[in-house]
C-alpha cells in the first residue's frame, strides 16, 4: 500500500510546482522530497511531472491524480484545523441536565463566567428534576448533570460536590406569629405544606426527614418547580421549604417570614455528576473545571 506522506508530499509539489518549495512548506529536504515522487511515480507506474529549469508541472496522469488527492488533503487540514480549534474553544457544544435550583443556586453565574471566556462554544440547557437529569446522562443525552442531592447514582457515573446550601421553612405574612418563637414539626401539621412532586429528590429529602422524626409527609399542595413554591407562600397559600439563598430578597422585603424549627434541617448540595466511561471533548472538560473552581 503506498504512503499517505507520498501522496501528502505530491499535493503540496503539485501545489507549488516546485520540489525545492515543498521541502520548505513539509520542512523537509529537496533530496527527501525527489527520493519520494521517484518512488510514487515507480508504485503507480507513470509519469507524473514534468521536470524543467523553471520546476515541475504536472503530466495528465498527474493532473488526474492531483484532482484526486487535492479533495482528500483539503479535508484532512479542515479535521486538523477544526481540532485546533476545539482545543482553543473556537466552537464546540456542551449539553447540560440542570434541576432548576441548581441552575439559580450556581450554576447560571458559573454559564456566565464560562461564556465571557469562551464566548463562541455553544450552551444547552435542558431543564430537569434531578432524577430525570441522572436519567438523560445515562441515556446518553446530556454531557454532564448539575443537580441537587439527594441523588443515587451507579458506576460508571461519578458524583463530584460543587456547592452546599441550606433550606428554610418559610410562610406568607398569614402565618407571621409562626415566627415568632422555635417550633416544632409536629406544631405544624394542621398548616397547609407546599412542596414539589413526587418525581423530585427535594420531595424525597423531606420524606425522610420527616420520617425520621416519626411524622407523615402529606403535602397539601404541589408546585411543579422551585419557582412556584416562593409566590404561592407570598399569598399565603401554605408553608413550604425553600432555598435560603434564594428566599433572602423576599425576606428582606417583608413578603414572607422564616419558620425557625427545633429539628435542625438537612444540608444539601449541589452536583455535577458525568460518565466517567463516556469520552469528553475539550469544551466539556474545561465548563466542568470551572463549575469546580471556588
Sequence with gaps: MISYDYYRIFYYVAQYHSFTKAAEIL??????ITRCMNNLEHDLNCKLFIRSNRGVTLTPEGQTLYEHVAVACQQFQIGEEKLQQNQSLENGLVSIGASETALRLMLLDKLQAFHERYPKVRLRISNH???????????????????????????????????????????????????????HLNELKAIPMISLGN?????????????????????????????????????????????????????????????????????RQVCLIHSTARPQSIAVKTLQRVLAET
Design 129 to 183: 428534576s434531578t432524577p430525570q437529569a441522572v436519567a438523560a446522562l445515562e441515556r446518553g443525552l446530556v454531557d454532564f448533570a448539575v443537580v441537587t442531592t439527594p441523588v443515587t447514582i451507579k458506576k460508571p457515573l461519578h458524583k463530584i460536590p460543587l456547592y452546599s446550601f441550606h433550606e428554610i421553612l418559610i410562610g406568607g405574612l398569614k402565618y407571621a406569629d409562626l415566627g415568632r418563637s422555635v417550633l
Design 199 to 267: 418525581d423530585t429528590s427535594t420531595r424525597e429529602l423531606y420524606l425522610q426527614y420527616y420520617s425520621s422524626h416519626n411524622l407523615p409527609f402529606h403535602p397539601d399542595m404541589e408546585a411543579a418547580t422551585t419557582d412556584q413554591i416562593l409566590p404561592m407562600v407570598e399569598h399565603n397559600l401554605g408553608i413550604g421549604f425553600y432555598p435560603e439563598k434564594l428566599a433572602a430578597e423576599s425576606l428582606t422585603q417583608g413578603k414572607i417570614i422564616q419558620i425557625h424549627l427545633d429539628e435542625p434541617l438537612p444540608e
Design 27 to 32: 520542512e523537509n529536504n529537496q533530496p527527501n
